[in-house]
């Protein structure tokens, strides 16, 4: 018997014949990008982005390292062949290190300021990159009036 891709029901069973399943590519979801600041830089770029509320995406993820030294923000694959913003890193994840969806971490434990499920997509780049200028001469106003 030739197959034609259809549930073929004997007639008398009244069964209508239904298309077989058809394999789809998916193509692999591509690990986001990090860019990592220092802590009061980061925290001071996450409140530029959230009260600018003009910019497109808002903040996306955050990490917080558990000595508290730096954030880091999810951006888009890609982002760290490109990225140059002084006082900054951005590195390739691969997915390394990622979980989504986990409890609160415990003291001391590398985990999320802003996780996946209470925000948006990954940050924008460039509205990274502009809320961190941003921040910086915040931050530098700040200190020179002591």
Not at 101 to 122: I, N, R
Request: aromatic share 2%; hydrophobic share 40%.
């Amino acid at each position: 018997m030739e197959s034609t891709g259809m549930n073929t029901a004997p007639a008398s069973s009244g069964a209508t014949p239904v298309p077989a399943a058809t394999a789809v590519a998916v193509a692999p979801v591509e690990a986001p990008d990090l860019v990592t600041v220092p802590t009061r830089q980061g925290l001071e770029a996450v409140d530029i982005i959230r009260r600018a509320a003009g910019l497109p995406g808002g903040v996306g993820p955050v990490l917080h390292d558990g000595s508290g030294d730096t954030l880091g923000f999810l951006v888009p694959p890609g982002t760290a062949d490109a990225w140059d913003m002084p006082g900054s890193a951005c590195t390739q994840t691969n997915g390394r290190g990622m979980r989504f969806g986990d409890v609160s971490p415990t003291a001391g434990d590398t985990g999320w300021l802003l996780p996946p499920e209470a925000v948006g997509p990954v940050t924008d780049p460039e509205v990274l990159r502009a809320a961190l200028g941003e921040a910086a001469r915040l931050i530098e106003a700040a200190d020179n009036c002591r």
